[in-house]
């Protein structure tokens, strides 16, 4: 359990990689630099086969699982896109990052789990402390005009939550079928292109080398890991300990001097790290109880 949590966590780590290095990709408009950084992702799947042994899968995917699989992938996505073009990116970046919460409380729903008062605690610790990154410490200006930006956003959120606790229900599916999710993703995303944007293409070796970054770590081998960790570890600390995405990069963006350290970055760290810890109380410190099977 602890391991497969750890495993998980992982994703949130290479998560933090992500605005960084969309920073260094350019211009490349968002569909299609996700169409490119999922084709990337698939590659990375199909390595990962070569490299372990792994089979094909002989098993009968249910439709449900394609339909789990694609849609939260793509519509995550698709709706982040959609709410950072109709709504200011900090009051629309907030919203999205209520996936982490929603995880948590809705693992209460989720069969063999245990909604604990540490969870939910550890899951608002670390949205305040998202809330201190975000909006850098100044005030949240929401207003009617971006409803529907907030709408997509709001949305966004749902699809990402839906997906890691629905991929729980499917436990017995392995994780490589995150191979096919992604270039579903990566065709969608290019034909979304094809209907609405520009092309524009990395100009430098070094835009493209962002790309490929972003191809292999938050857009690629993340996800892979994300799906073991939802399927086999503590989805209330993976929920919880998510908070830490935000953090995590906006302290890479530091260290490459992209920005400055603050106040309330340091409130920030300790609210989202206080967080995580209690939420993970039991696990850290002992007491975590056997937990039930999760079936297919």
Known sequence: MGRATLIGFSA??????????TDASGSVPPFL???????????????????TGTAPERQKIPPQVWMVGIVGLFGYHFFYFTALRNAPAVEASL???LWPLLIVLGSALMPGERLRWNHIAGALLGLAGTVLIVTKG???????????????AGVCAF???????LSRRFASVPTSIVTWFCAATALLSFLCHLLLEETVLPATAGQWL????????????AFYTWDHGVKRGNIQILGAASYAAPLLSTLVLIFAGFA???????????????????????????????????EA
Not at 16 to 21: E, G, I, K, R, W
Not at 33 to 43: E, K, Q
Not at 159 to 165: E, K, R
Not at 284 to 293: D, E, H, N, Q, Y
């Open 12 to 21: 949130v780590a290479m998560w933090a990689l992500l605005a960084l290095l």
């Open 33 to 51: 630099l996700s169409a490119i950084t999922f084709t990337i992702g698939t590659g990375v799947g199909l390595v990962a086969r070569l490299v």
């Open 95 to 97: 919203i999205a990052y």
């Open 138 to 152: 100044g005030g949240l200006a929401f207003e009617s005009r971006y409803l529907f930006g907030y709408a997509m």
């Open 159 to 165: 699809f990402w939550s839906g997906y890691s606790l």
């Open 210 to 221: 962002a790309v490929v970054g972003l191809g292999l770590m938050p857009v690629g081998a």
């Open 260 to 294: 400055e350290p603050t106040l309330n970055i340091l409130a920030a760290c300790a609210l989202i790290t206080g967080g995580a810890v209690l939420a993970a109380k039991s696990m850290l410190f002992g007491g975590t109880r056997p937990r039930a099977k999760v």
